[in-house]
Nanobody
Framework: QLQLAESGGGSVQAGGSLRLSCAASGLALRVYYCMGWFRQAPGKEREGVALIASTGDMPVYADSVKGRFTFSEDNDRNTLNLQMNSLEPEDTAMYYC??????????????????WGQGTQVTVAS
């Protein structure tokens, strides 16, 4: 059984940085298709942040975070990272690590991931 565990969230001032990590356990991430990060702010819909089709691929980013967030993987390909720079109050949200769509293309518009982490809170003060 795959488990995803996010860490690295916290409270920062606008313009600051945080680095989120998602550690997979139970099974290797490389056996799953489509993985990355989603977030949900209070009163807003869940939205994709950064996504890759498989380990080693180049990520796709939401327009709102392009140039500020960087998705990466550790060398073991079982830990996903999200470096968040130039944080804005609008980035305040619960951030989730996700993976495992059954079919189709890996796109920012879909939310039907089989596996979700518990989330890590990011709060950015103005």
């Amino acid at each position: 059984q795959l488990q995803l565990a996010e860490s690295g969230g916290g409270s920062v001032q606008a313009g600051g940085s945080l680095r989120l990590s998602c550690a997979a356990s139970g099974l290797a991430l490389r056996v799953y298709y489509c993985m990355g990060w989603f977030r949900q702010a209070p009163g807003k819909e869940r939205e994709g942040v950064a996504l890759i089709a498989s380990t080693g691929d180049m990520p796709v980013y939401a327009d709102s975070v392009k140039g500020r967030f960087t998705f990466s993987e550790d060398n073991d390909r079982n830990t996903l990272n999200l470096q968040m720079n130039s944080l804005e109050p609008e980035d305040t949200a619960m951030y989730y690590c996700v993976t495992g769509v059954r079919n189709g293309t890996c796109t920012m518009g879909r939310t039907d991931f089989v596996y979700w982490g518990q989330g890590t809170q990011v709060t950015v003060a103005s």
